[in-house]
């Protein structure tokens, strides 16, 4: 079973990214600061991580960079970065600190299996 940590510290948003995973199947962790997240990438195998770009207790480079080492020699996780700001500049800064996609939200259902399906994730 693929597994994915939200961490997002909007509780409304992590409720439907779950709803949303758990119709595809995933196992669904989250976490809501910086340092629970990385605390789960620690632990646990994930194969995707939804973050947002202003997840409380590290900047969001700070993040991916303690997310580089967090999982030690294990598979680094596809990184969504979803974001409620359609700035470009943003989105670039997001991808060159090494997410790999991102999701605009609020999200909708279709919006929501097109991006994980652009990623490989869903049929």
Request: a negative charge.
């Amino acid at each position: 079973m693929k597994r994915c940590l939200i961490a997002d510290p909007s509780e409304i948003i992590r409720k439907v990214a779950r709803h949303y995973l758990e119709q595809m199947s995933f196992d669904v962790l989250e976490a809501e600061t910086a340092d629970g997240a990385l605390a789960v990438c620690r632990d646990t195998k994930i194969n995707v991580l939804i973050f947002d770009w202003r997840l409380p207790g590290k900047t969001p480079v700070e993040f991916l960079d303690a997310l580089r080492f967090a999982g030690g020699s294990r598979h680094r996780p596809l990184i969504i970065y979803a974001t409620s700001e359609n700035d470009p500049t943003d989105i670039s800064r997001a991808l060159s600190a090494g997410a790999d996609t991102y999701l605009m939200k609020p999200f909708d259902h279709t919006q929501f299996l097109e991006t994980l399906a652009s990623a490989g994730l869903a049929a």
